[in-house]
Nanobody, 123 residues
Framework: VQLQAFGGGLVQAGGSLRLSCAAS????????MGWFRQAPGKERDFVAA????????YYADSVKGRFTISRDNAKNTVYLHMNSLKSEDTAVYYC?????????????????WGQGTLVTVSS
């Protein structure tokens, strides 16, 4: 599966943004999907994930209550709705897909990655 993330940009603190990740192929519904982010000079961190089987969602503590992940299997797209954005949310955001098991919050189980989209939150 090929992934393409878009929707990043510059937003003021307290604002909102929606990221989208479009997947190619006809098996999108077979993948667990996740969003990760990487700030300059830092490691890639887990943000959110959504399970393929029942749509269960998982969030990093730092975004819980502010971000919402969702998916539309008919459109082969996963979304990340981001509200109440803070300057510390500034990062390149990546979408990722995994077919097999493994922790939702770790990078290694995800086999496919999008190119990333930059989110900049100004304070």
């Amino acid at each position: 599966v090929q992934l393409q993330a878009f929707g990043g940009g510059l937003v003021q603190a307290g604002g909102s943004l929606r990221l989208s990740c479009a997947a190619s192929g006809r098996t999108f519904s077979s993948y667990d999907m996740g969003w990760f982010r990487q700030a300059p000079g830092k490691e890639r961190d887990f943000v959110a994930a959504i399970r393929k089987s029942d749509g269960s969602t998982y969030y990093a503590d730092s975004v819980k209550g502010r971000f919402t992940i969702s998916r539309d299997n008919a459109k082969n797209t996963v979304y990340l709705h981001m509200n109440s954005l803070k300057s510390e949310d500034t990062a390149v955001y990546y979408c990722a897909a995994k077919f097999y098991g493994g922790s939702y919050s770790l990078v290694s189980p995800y086999s496919y990655w999008g190119q990333g989209t930059l989110v900049t939150v100004s304070s």
